[in-house]
């Protein structure tokens, strides 16, 4: 299946991953631009607009941890809905559930295959431009609009991650299954080998933030103890 091309973003302090990066992301056919601290990415971010950055944790100025958090709190949709891939050379489970949190789309530990690093990033693009089958899934107030990549809660858009919005859409699809969280492991984050149960856990407490009206009693995305999560029939 063909690449879905678009504009990138790299933001990375280390001239040379950057440029590795560059290197097998423009064999895919994407624009690639390069910086090398937190406070050009947020220029370049705006100035811009990709379509997804691949943000470094650990850089100057600003570093990628808050690049990520100033981008999703940005009220321009155009800017808070960037698909964002973090790379960092923090390998501890909560540096990634924390990148995850405030909004990552994706996460990987250095040392990066430049390979897979492009793989989920077609895969990332695929979900968020179009990757989708052609109809709007609705469970009560809830819409899942998979060619739109939106989602609606009694008429009022949410933005979600892509992440949040594949978890979304697979429960949506059939309302009153049990899916375990390795069955959305698998469904979800494909060929991912480095996430683990507490990853799932982590995007549906951020997915429920933002779509119930009490996140303690969710009234879309249920818990079912010993199981998994399902979404529920209304």
């Known amino acids: 299946m063909r690449a879905v091309t678009a504009r990138i973003l790299v933001a990375d302090d280390d001239p040379k991953h950057a440029q590795l990066i560059r290197l097998y992301l423009e064999r895919e056919g994407h624009q690639v631009l390069t910086v090398g601290d937190g406070r050009a990415a947020l220029e370049q971010a705006r100035a811009r ?6 943000l470094d944790v650990m850089m100057p100025l600003v570093d990628g941890l808050d690049v990520c958090r100033i981008l999703r709190a940005d009220p321009d949709a155009a800017m808070s809905d960037m698909a964002i891939v973090m790379v960092t050379a923090r390998s501890a489970e909560n540096d990634m559930l924390l990148g995850l949190d405030i909004g990552a789309d994706d996460y990987l530990s250095k040392p990066v295959s430049p390979r897979e690093l492009t793989a989920r990033i077609r895969a990332l693009l695929r979900r ?3 990757g989708g089958d052609a109809e709007v899934l609705r469970v009560g107030g809830l819409e899942v609009d998979g060619p739109r990549f939106e989602v609606r809660v009694d008429g009022a858009p949410i933005r979600l991650t892509a992440k949040e919005f594949g978890i979304l859409e697979l429960l949506a699809r059939e309302p009153g299954r049990v899916f375990t969280r390795a069955q959305i492991l698998d469904k979800t984050f494909g060929f991912e080998n480095d996430v683990s149960d507490r990853t799932v856990d982590a ?11 009490d996140p303690a009693e969710p009234r879309y995305v249920q818990t079912v103890y010993g199981r998994g999560y399902r979404m529920a029939e209304q």
Do not use: Q
Request: proline share 5%.
């Open 49 to 54: 607009r990709p379509d997804l950055i691949v």
């Open 128 to 130: 968020t431009r179009g």
């Open 203 to 213: 995007h549906v407490v951020n997915l429920r933030r933002k779509i119930e009206k």
